[in-house]
């Protein structure tokens, strides 16, 4: 069975810095996705990047960027210029005809 | 495009009732799914429709929760009677295909159980 999971149940920065967010995972498939989902307050998942595994180069979509080490099966999230919005709970998935969450990391951003 | 519909957004039951979501999908998602999400933890899959037929359901409690897709398009899920234990947040979350393709979630039912 696949599990993810995300060792850092909290993380905070200061707006306008660098955060990174850990995951690792574990699965005998080899071909998946992975994704990071936000969920603000209001409930919705947003996702915000995702990675195919089989393709060595590393995602980014604008401010948000992944390290994809698929031997050491780890997926990081970073997120640079950290702005007030940013602030949610981030979930790692691991993803290839369900999803599997991690636990999820609350991200608080500090003006 | 509309996004991925949900209703009830909240909804207070006692122990014992019954209670039923409703989750109308993006136009043109074939691939359907349910999430039970407890309060701390990330979302668990409970059903996953492809179309109108299931394609897993290995992790819906069967003894009191149901769920159907009858038209292939929107869907309920239904708990009866409900436990204190199912007091969560359910997520519908919708995708083109089954495999490989992002999910797009609504904004989820909360359920309280009393």
């Known amino acids: 069975a696949q599990t993810v999971t995300q060792s850092q149940p909290e993380m905070s920065v200061q707006e306008a810095e660098t955060v990174t967010l850990s995951c690792t995972y574990d699965t005998s498939e080899s071909d998946y996705y992975l994704f990071w989902y936000k969920q603000p307050p209001s409930r919705q998942m947003i996702l915000v990047i995702r990675q195919e595994a089989y393709k060595q180069q590393n995602a980014t979509e604008n401010r948000f960027s992944v390290n994809f080490q698929k031997a050491a099966k780890s997926f990081s999230l970073k997120i640079s210029d950290s702005q007030l919005g940013d602030a949610a709970m981030y979930f790692c998935a691991w993803g290839a005809q369900k999803l599997v969450f991690g636990q999820g990391t609350r991200l608080t951003i500090n003006p | 495009e509309a996004g991925v519909a949900q209703s009830p957004r909240y909804k207070i039951i006692e122990k014992r009732q019954s209670v039923a979501f409703w989750c109308n999908p993006i136009s043109g998602h074939a691939t359907l799914y349910w999430y039970q999400q407890i309060l701390g933890q990330g979302p668990k899959l409970l059903i996953q429709?492809?179309?109108?037929?299931?394609?897993?359901d290995s992790q819906l409690p069967k003894d009191r929760f149901s769920a159907e897709r009858l038209k292939g398009v929107d869907s309920t899920l239904k708990i009866q009677p409900a436990k204190l234990e199912d007091s969560a947040v359910y997520l519908c979350?919708?995708?083109?295909?089954?495999?490989?393709?992002?999910?797009?979630f609504g904004d989820g039912t909360r359920l309280s159980i009393l």
């Open positions: 429709f492809q179309n109108n037929g299931v394609v897993d």
């Open positions: 979350a919708s995708s083109l295909e089954p495999r490989n393709q992002p999910q797009h």
